[in-house]
């Protein structure tokens, strides 16, 4: 019974063991299903379960019939153009980063569009090229295909190194998007929570600088290799400043101009973007007034600059992947895959919840995995978010993928139409562009001091990560991290904080004993608490805290007591000590034994329970023992383990806890396990954990019902007064105080203690 009074509440209730709670209240029995039941469910086929299989592959049927056309369409239709004129400018840039024709980024801008349109979840990024991603399909690229270093290749061989690094681009996608899709139909949208933000943070921002040093010599106009091993970011910017001679000074100076005004003008949007109506599209009007600019001045001949050339108009026939190329490639889809399927939901998931809708994680694997599927055979390049395009499309008034679709559209007039008036943009142009959309990847350091104060593990975890992706490279850096983030889990899973508890305002409410002052402690009984499952990692460690918090090795007690019944027993067959009322007396002069003298039988027997039956005198060990009998006293009759934070125990831990429990046992000390979760009690006996020695009986739903059946089983009650507490205003409220039940961190008995 539960009576408030005031802000206070007063309970009325037995002192409840689990087993004594599950007595007085029945248990309802539920069935749980097994792997069976979950893959006949699975399997089942009714109209309704058709209906929602084709409803969650096909998204767009569910959301499109109540599309609201009127009140959407224009917002749709204006926030669809923006974005497909950014997405024109990202795909040319971004296909620099893949080491191919700037063309065929309009590919991977288009094609992944159409397709997620159908099978994609969220209703607000925009789906095409993202610099991390191009520039890991990048690395494969020039892996497979280094090209001509020397820069005096023909137009010919250029021509041919050019198609082979298309192919390599468009097999490494390909095969990306087969394992985005596997995973999908497998269901393993999961997948993303092995990535938490620290490190996808840390990786883009690697990958961020990793653009900046690999568009330097489109921006510069150097023949810079391309180095894709660990250490390639060192060698590359050594090859760059070898030749910083050889720099095309109207390329610099163009590259300049577009970064400042660029930055500035995206600062403005930022800014003023509650004021204005839409963002000023500054990509498109530098991308114009280059393109004009290069041409009218004849840049190319002029001053020898390096420009996009003619784009081929129409689409490239569909291929077959290279199965060579995929052979050498699977580590890169492999990384690719996850870190584009990862930076998109995580994009999507902000806007979902932003506008209250589902996002399906395992549909979401499935619509990028057939987008870049279908963009591989198109000869496009891997495809996710670029966060800032996604952007563009929400903050223009973008409701659906509908606005999706009218970008596509954009990107199908440059390919078919208008592709030619970008011919004399310069590359240094495009390379500018592509460094104007990283200021938000790169701000991303500012983390790290924010990590540093909020939690150590995960700003480490960023540093790592990014160190790792900066020096091993973007594929084996992204592995490293993954390994260092699980190795942090183990470590702060296998070393758990295990602290001691107490009484903290003579109330039913236990805290550590080190962060309070007004605490009490039972006499005699000791509050353990580890806050982590418990596994076979980690149960040395609870073990070691456990026997740290209690001061002493029960096994060394036990030990040292059978020890002690062995001599008491030779000693009185000798007749060197006599029985009396007063307990034994030692009649001869003390004799030093050694260790190894009296263990002449096996170990094993020492830790078997002491055993006085053939004694004509029970030994209390807390007394004065003979002066030749040396044994440890201890002060501790009873152990709380509070369990509530320990989610689950494997066998391992079962039989360590096992072991450890009978040790304490076997000296006399009374063990209880308080506040374990449900469940935990019926795995233990299914695993034969109990026995004699451990019983069910030892669990209590709190930790202040089993110190409440301490007190009363120690008789500590018997001195207890009930009375009528007297205050100002004569409450009703009962106090009880006992003579030595709880004791004060100054070893002071308490006047008075509520419970």
């Not at 925009?126 to 990048?138: C, E, I, N, Q």
């Not at 039988?601 to 039956?613: A, F, G, H, S, Y």
Request: proline share 4%; net charge neutral; with cysteine.
């Amino acid at each position: 019974m539960v009576e408030p009074v005031g802000n206070h509440y007063v309970v009325a209730r037995p002192v409840y063991s689990e087993h004594l709670f599950n007595e007085e209240y029945e248990k309802l029995h539920r069935y749980h299903k097994t792997f069976w039941d979950h893959l006949k469910l699975y399997f089942r086929c009714s109209p309704q379960r058709v209906k929602k299989v084709a409803l969650g592959l096909f998204p767009v049927a569910s959301w499109l019939p109540s599309y609201r056309f009127r009140e959407w369409i224009l917002s749709d239709i204006v926030s669809g153009i923006n974005t497909g004129l950014v997405a024109v400018l990202q795909g040319l840039a971004f296909a620099l980063l893949v080491n191919v024709p700037p063309g065929y980024g309009l590919y991977a801008a288009f094609f992944p569009v159409l397709v997620y349109f159908i099978f994609g979840t969220s209703r607000h990024i925009s789906v095409g090229p993202f610099p991390v991603l191009s520039l890991m399909v990048g690395g494969a690229v020039v892996r497979l295909v280094p090209g001509d270093s020397t820069g005096n290749g023909t137009s010919t061989n250029i021509s041919a190194i050019n198609e082979e690094r298309v192919m390599v681009a468009a097999s490494v996608t390909f095969l990306s998007g087969v394992f985005q899709l596997l995973l999908g139909i497998l269901q393993f949208g999961f997948i993303v929570i092995y990535l938490s933000q620290s490190l996808i943070s840390g990786f883009t921002t690697a990958a961020a600088v990793h653009v900046v040093v690999s568009q330097l010599k489109f921006m510069l106009q150097l023949s810079v290799p391309g180095y894709n091993k660990p250490l390639g970011i060192i060698y590359t910017l050594e090859s760059i400043f070898s030749q910083i001679t050889d720099t095309n000074i109207a390329d610099l100076v163009t590259s300049l101009i577009v970064l400042l005004v660029v930055f500035v003008v995206k600062e403005m949007n930022d800014r003023y973007k509650a004021k204005l109506p839409t963002p000023i599209p500054i990509e498109l009007l530098v991308t114009v007034l280059a393109a004009l600019i290069s041409y009218f001045v004849n840049f190319e001949e002029k001053y020898n600059v390096a420009v996009v050339g003619k784009l081929e108009e129409g689409f490239q026939v569909p291929v077959a992947p290279d199965v060579g190329v995929l052979q050498k490639c699977i580590g890169d889809s492999i990384s690719i895959a996850i870190v584009g399927f990862a930076v998109a939901f995580s994009v999507a998931k902000v806007y979902s919840i932003k506008y209250d809708y589902p996002l399906d994680g395992n549909q979401e694997l499935i619509a990028f995995g057939l987008g870049n599927i279908v963009g591989g055979s198109f000869k496009g390049f891997a495809s996710s978010t670029a966060l800032s395009r996604s952007g563009v499309q929400e903050s223009t008034g973008g409701k659906t993928q509908i606005a999706g679709i009218i970008s596509a559209a954009i990107v199908l007039i440059v390919i078919l139409a208008i592709g030619f008036l970008l011919a004399p943009l310069q590359k240094s142009v495009l390379a500018s562009l592509a460094l104007g959309n990283l200021k938000g990847m790169l701000m991303q350091f500012k983390e790290v001091g924010i990590l540093w104060r909020k939690d150590k593990y995960d700003c480490v975890i960023w540093v790592v990560t990014f160190l790792a992706a900066i020096f091993l490279g973007l594929d084996i850096g992204l592995a490293t991290a993954v390994a260092f983030q699980l190795l942090t889990v183990v470590i702060r899973s296998q070393i758990p904080s295990c602290t001691v508890l107490a009484n903290v305002g003579r109330s039913n409410i236990y805290r550590n004993r080190k962060d309070y002052k007004d605490i009490y402690e039972p006499e005699g009984v000791k509050i353990f608490k580890c806050s982590s499952p418990i596994f076979f990692a980690n149960t040395e460690f609870f073990r070691e805290k456990l026997i740290t918090a209690v001061g002493f090795n029960p096994q060394r007690i036990l030990r040292k007591r059978n020890k002690a019944l062995r001599k008491v027993r030779k000693m009185l067959k000798k007749g060197e000590l006599q029985v009396t009322p007063k307990g034994l007396i030692c009649m001869a002069n003390h004799t030093h034994e050694s260790d190894e003298e009296l263990d002449n039988n096996k170990i094993e027997e020492l830790d078997q329970p002491t055993n006085m039956t053939d004694l004509p005198i029970q030994i209390n060990w807390g007394a004065d023992l003979p002066p030749s009998i040396t044994v440890p006293r201890v002060d501790i009759h009873s152990i709380i383990l509070d369990f509530s934070s320990v989610s689950f125990l494997d066998f391992s831990a079962m039989r360590i806890l096992q072991k450890t429990l009978k040790e304490f046992v076997r000296i006399d000390i009374d063990i209880y396990i308080a506040a374990a979760h449900e469940g935990l009690l019926e795995k233990l006996e299914r695993c034969a954990f109990f026995d004699e020695e451990i019983k069910p009986s030892m669990f209590f739903l709190t930790i202040h019902d089993a110190v409440l059946h301490i007190l009363l089983k120690k008789d500590i009650d018997s001195s207890l007064e009930l009375k009528l507490a007297e205050g100002k205003g004569k409450s009703n409220n009962y106090v009880i105080t006992p003579s030595n039940g709880l004791r004060s961190r100054e070893c002071m008995i308490p006047i008075e203690t509520k419970f």
